[in-house]
Nanobody, 120 residues
Framework: REQLVESGGGSVQAGGSLRLSCAAS?????MAWFRQGPGNEREGVAS????????RYGDSVKGRFTISRAYADDTVYLELNSLKPEDTGIYYC????????????????WGRGTQVTVSP
């Protein structure tokens, strides 16, 4: 069984919204979202640490994206609002037991990704 499974990607126009979901097969202290646009390195978008549900956001998405999690079914969500064409990319869910910053190399578990495309 896959550890992390993303869903909810799609195509929208600039200014639109999407909601991504990531279902985990077990509990992790940290759940995070990364994205990788065409020709770009993978960048941290948002993460949430289980202790007090502390969220962290990448500078480019602050004020527009919101991360949340549902502990009952080990699911993390990412609300994407006011989308811009530069938000286009594959969005990956990641998880870690004890690390919750944005160094992607530190994460042990990854989903396969879901495509988000924002047109002008």
């Amino acid at each position: 069984r896959e550890q992390l499974v993303e869903s909810g990607g799609g195509s929208v126009q600039a200014g639109g919204s999407l909601r991504l979901s990531c279902a985990a097969s077990r509990y992790y202290n940290c759940m995070a979202w990364f994205r990788q646009g065409p020709g770009n390195e993978r960048e941290g978008v948002a993460s949430i640490w289980s202790f007090r549900d502390v969220p962290r956001y990448g500078d480019s998405v602050k004020g527009r994206f919101t991360i949340s999690r549902a502990y009952a079914d080990d699911t993390v969500y990412l609300e994407l609002n006011s989308l811009k064409p530069e938000d286009t990319g594959i969005y990956y869910c990641a998880a870690h037991i004890s690390y919750c910053l944005f160094d992607s190399k530190r994460y042990n578990y990854w989903g396969r990704g879901t495509q988000v495309t924002v047109s002008p």
